[in-house]
């Protein structure tokens, strides 16, 4: 099956980058297909709390077994909006070509636009609590906000 795993984009740089590019506020990722499979990837998180703070993919990516996909995926906000340092997930939603649907989950941290991914779980996308339930994507309160 396949296993879509978030890694840095090396045209960016060395880590998973949030920044702002000429395009806007975004986050660089190379989403990497290190499974038995394609992938369709429909939908990528980055949630905090209640928040989402990446924009809806605007179309599904298809990524072949072994291979990678560069992608800036624009913000909700500005990325001088979000705090210096903080924790959230990444969501990585996709599907097999037998319509089997998958989902990577990644504790993420964050400090000061380095997203460093802490771990990588893939289930079935029925198996995580709101993989397919995403709300709009908007700022999510952190911890500490008033």
């Known amino acids: 099956m396949p296993f879509v795993i978030a890694s840095p984009d090396p045209m960016v740089g060395e880590v998973i980058a949030i920044d702002t590019f000429d395009e806007g506020s975004g986050m660089a990722v190379r989403l990497w297909n290190v499974g038995k499979g394609p992938a369709m990837v429909s939908e990528l998180s980055l949630r905090t709390g209640d928040g989402d703070v990446l924009v809806p993919l605007a179309s599904q990516i298809p990524v072949a077994t072994g291979q990678a996909h560069d992608l800036k995926a624009p913000l909700s906000l500005s990325a001088n909006k979000l705090p210096d340092r903080w924790s959230g997930e990444l969501l990585i ?20 636009g380095a997203v460093t991914c ?29």
């Open 93 to 112: 939603l996709y599907v097999h070509a037998s319509g089997s649907p998958y989902v990577t989950v990644s504790k993420v941290e964050v400090d000061r």
């Open 118 to 146: 802490r771990n990588y779980e893939r289930s079935p996308a029925g198996h995580v609590e709101g993989a397919w339930k995403r709300t709009e994507a908007r700022a999510p309160h952190f911890a500490g906000e008033r």
